[in-house]
């Protein structure tokens, strides 16, 4: 299902006085939308050509700080301008925002008009590209946990964040008559992204109080991040609308199960035949796929960074909440990193459980696409499978307990340093340096609590 507005269905849109406003947004560090708002007539008149903005979106951190120390951008190199190209594929309605519609753009040098290399968009087309040579498309869908709460964020913020009100009283998961009481929230929101031309499956509460799961399609891995992204805007700003609040926070709670975001990944050919079957095979799987999950498991330490991009990101990974803490793979076992789903089907495909709701879904599924095709063109062999509770298997490959591991995994790493160039990859390991060291600055509301009477 494409976007659906081409330049000339949005001039008649604009024309029948339907859409006046065009979103003009690329994607940061942190996979956020950012950029400005286009009247309809200046985009139609020249404004879906390019425009610009300033080279530190892709160098600053959750705050907007001019963070120092990154070779693309800095006060030293004046932060000039990036190019904001529009990619007229994406352009599409948001039915969720009075006339308004919505372009993605990619970052380009504002010189040589070549991909900022370490652009998500970027990062992630350079992979997409790299199956491509190698006979296939990637697959994916990337599935969206999330809480949602009472409270409006403004009512959030003025209470320091602290009590926010999940919006049911109980896990949730699977439940009609709880999500019943959330449908008017969640029936915009799937007919918001459907009328934006994302085709979303379904959702479903979670196992949390409060906590809800949306299910899109499987599409080209582009297609994926892109819808990713604009679901997650859809979700705040629908949520917004109705004095409501969410979260993608891995874990906002210690108390309570995070939020992930599981990709699913097959390869198809490029006629489009599914390239991950062979009916023969104990769980259905071809000798292609067996490699890509083994290059994904050989890397998985290496690329958790990607997954679990955040400080918070490793509180989620706990025992008995259904986020994984080992990296290995079983057939249908939502205890391992790696899980086989519709084994001996047409849609055999391996689910990575490791990321959280808060991933940057370009570098997350860049990441995973790079160590899948690292393993299919090295021919690397398929460890045997693991069965049963993972969480207590010792002597097996371990996910990174913490950001500060996470980011020298990913700094020492050869293979990540060859797939996506060292500069991109010293790029986020440096964002991740400035997560943790900003981290270790702050003083906490838990260490105020333990210490300041008794320490
Ligand atoms: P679960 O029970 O784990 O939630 P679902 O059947 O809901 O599994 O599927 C989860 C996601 O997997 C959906 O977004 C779906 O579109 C996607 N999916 C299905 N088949 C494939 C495939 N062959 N490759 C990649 N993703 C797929």
Not at 2 to 14: G, K, M, Q, R, V
Not at 189 to 205: C, F, M, Q, S, W
Not at 246 to 255: G, R, S, W
Not at 305 to 331: D, Q
Request: proline content about 3%; glycine content about 8%.
């Amino acid at each position: 299902m494409p976007a659906n507005l081409t330049l000339e269905t949005l001039s008649e849109a604009f024309a029948a006085g339907e859409i006046d406003t065009v979103i003009v947004a690329a994607i940061d560090m942190q996979g956020r939308l950012m950029g400005k708002r286009f009247h309809a007539a200046h985009f139609l008149n020249g404004g879906w050509e390019e425009t610009h903005c300033c080279n530190y979106l892709l160098a600053t951190d959750m705050e907007m700080i001019t963070v120092p120390g990154y070779a693309a951008s800095s006060w030293e190199k004046g932060y000039g301008d990036y190019v904001m190209k529009p990619d007229l594929e994406t352009l599409r309605r948001v039915p969720w925002l009075e006339g308004t519609a919505l372009v993605l753009c990619d970052l380009l040098d504002h010189h040589t008009h070549e991909d900022v290399p370490h652009s998500p968009r970027a990062v992630l087309k350079r992979q997409v590209e790299r199956a491509r040579k190698l006979g296939f498309s990637a697959m994916m869908a990337t599935e969206l946990e999330f809480f949602v709460f009472d409270n409006s964020y403004e009512e959030l913020r003025d209470s320091g964040f602290r009590d926010p009100r999940p919006i049911s009283a109980y896990n949730e998961d699977y439940h009609i008559f709880q999500t019943t009481k959330e449908e008017k929230l969640m029936r915009a929101l799937r007919n918001g992204l459907y009328g934006a031309g994302i085709p979303v499956e379904n959702t479903k509460g979670e196992a949390e109080a409060g906590q809800a799961e949306i299910n899109i399609r499987y599409a080209a891995a582009l297609e994926t991040a892109d819808g990713h992204v604009i679901a997650k805007a859809a979700t705040r700003e629908i949520a917004h609308a109705q004095g409501k609040s969410v979260t993608f926070m891995a874990k906002y709670d210690h108390n309570r199960a995070g939020s992930s975001s599981h990709v699913h990944q097959s390869l198809w050919t490029l006629d489009g035949e599914p390239a991950f079957v062979d009916k023969d095979d104990e769980h259905g799987m071809s000798a292609l796929m067996k490699h890509y999950m083994a290059g994904q498991l050989a890397h998985a330490r290496d690329i958790t960074i990607f997954l679990a991009p955040y400080v918070n990101s490793y509180k989620r990974f706990c025992v008995g909440m259904f986020a994984p803490t080992k990296a290995v793979w079983s057939a249908d076992n939502r205890t391992a990193g790696f899980r086989v789903c519709g084994e001996g089907t047409k849609g055999v495909r391996v689910e990575c459980r490791i990321g959280g709701a808060d991933l940057n879904p370009y570098l997350a599924c860049a990441a995973l696409l790079a160590a899948g095709l690292d393993g299919i063109e090295n021919k690397l062999e398929l460890e045997p499978e693991l069965r049963g509770d993972m969480y207590g298997a010792q002597g097996v490959r371990e996910i990174p307990k913490t950001l500060r591991e996470a980011a020298e995994l990913a700094a020492g790493s050869d293979f990540l340093r060859t797939a996506f160039g060292a500069d991109v990859v010293e790029h986020y390991v440096h964002a991740a340096r400035w997560e943790i060291s900003e981290h270790d600055r702050v003083v906490t509301d838990w260490e105020v609590q333990r210490g300041l009477e008794r320490a």
